[in-house]
C-alpha cells in the first residue's frame, strides 16, 4: 500500500522537476528566439515564425539537457524536506535513507521511461516540423534529400532549373549509376543525364563521361562533365542528420537504409542507445544528487549545494561527451561508449550509499 509520505514525496518531487523543466525551457526559448530573429530577417516570413520555431526546437533541446534537470531537481527536493525538516518521517517509520533514495530512483526511472515512450517520439515531430519550415526559409532551401531501397533521391534548385537526381549507391566520393533530370521553373523536361560515376567530393560535381538524352536524341559523352550543386558530400552525410528529429522506428529504418547504401550507422546506434538507457541514466543521477545532499556538512549554503551539483552535472556531461567520441571514431564499441559512463557512475553511487544509512 503507498503510504501519505510516500505520495507527498513523489508529488514534491515531481513539482521541482516540473519547476526547473519550466526554468530551463523558458530560459532555451528565450536564448534561440534571438538566433530565430536573426535568421529571418531577410526574409518575408511571418512575424509570428521565429516565436513558433523557437518553441517546437525547445522541447528537443530540454531533452538533451534531462539527465542534469533531474539531479537539479533532487538536490532542490532534499534543500526542502531538510529546512522543514519533512525527512524526519523518514525515522519516524523507522526507516532510512535507502528507502527515499530507493523511491526517488524509481520516480526517475519511471519518468524516464514516460519521455522515451510519450515524450521522445512528440519532441522527435516537432523537431522535423522545425527543420521541414527552417529548410523552407533557407538561403539552399529549395533541396531535399531522401534514402530508400532504390538509393539516394536528391532535389535541387540552380538558377531557376530543377534538378532530380537518384544515385543507386555511394563509394567514398563518388555516386554511382547517378541518373539526373533537369526541368524548368514549370516543371518541363529539359533533358536526361545519366552517369556511371559522379564526383561529389564539391558542390561542382564531376559527372564522368555522361550520356546525354535530349530532344529524342542519345549523346554519349566523351569529355566530363560539370554539374554545380548544392550538395557535397559532406552536405550529403549531414543534411536532415539530427537525429533528434527521428523517432525510434524511423531511427532503425534510417540504419538499414544506410545499411543498403554502404553508410555508416555508428551515430544512430549511439543515438538509438541513449534514448534506451535514459530511464537508467536518470536514476543514476537520482541516487548520485542523494548522496551529495545527505552526504555534505549541514553548515554549507544551499548554493553551495546547487553549485557542487552543476558543477558535477559539466563533468558528467564532458565524460559523456568523450566516450561518445571514442565510439563513433571506433576507439571503444559504441555500446560501451554509452554503457560505460553509466557503469563507472553505478560503481561510485554504489560506493557512495555504502554508509548513507548512517547519515
Known sequence: MIRTFDKYFVKLFFKKILLICMIFF??????????????FSDTNSK???????????????????????????SQL????????????????????NSYLIKL??????LFGFFIVTLYYPFSSKLKFLYFDIKNIYSDDGKYLKHYNENGIWIKDEINDEIFIINGSTKKNNYLENVFITKFNKNFDIIENIFSAKVDISSNNWILEKPTLFKNNK????????????NFNINKINSTFRDLNSFNLFKLINLKEENKLL?????????HILKIISLP??????????????LNIKKDKTHIFHVL?????????????????????????PIYLSVFFPIILLSIISIIGLIRINEK
Open 77 to 96: 527536493f532534499f534543500i526542502e524536506i531538510i529546512k522543514n525538516k519533512e525527512n524526519e518521517l523518514i525515522k519516524i517509520n523507522k526507516l532510512n
Open 104 to 109: 526517488l530512483a524509481l520516480c526517475s526511472f
Open 280 to 293: 537508467i541514466f536518470l536514476s543514476i543521477m537520482v541516487i548520485i544528487s542523494s548522496i551529495i545532499m
Open 308 to 332: 557542487l551539483g552543476i558543477t558535477l552535472s559539466v563533468i558528467i556531461y564532458f565524460i559523456s561527451n568523450i566516450f561518445s567520441v571514442f565510439g563513433l571514431t571506433n576507439k571503444i
Open 47 to 73: 512575424f509570428y515564425l521565429p516565436f513558433f520555431l523557437s518553441l517546437i526546437n525547445a522541447p528537443t533541446t530540454l531533452l538533451e539537457i534531462l539527465p542534469f534537470i533531474i539531479l537539479i531537481s
Open 218 to 229: 542519345q549523346i554519349k559523352l566523351e569529355e566530363n562533365l560539370l554539374l554545380n550543386s
Open 262 to 270: 554502404g553508410y555508416s550507422s555508428q551515430d544512430i546506434d549511439l
Open 26 to 39: 523558458s530560459l532555451i526559448f528565450i536564448l534561440t528566439i534571438f538566433e530565430e530573429i536573426t535568421f
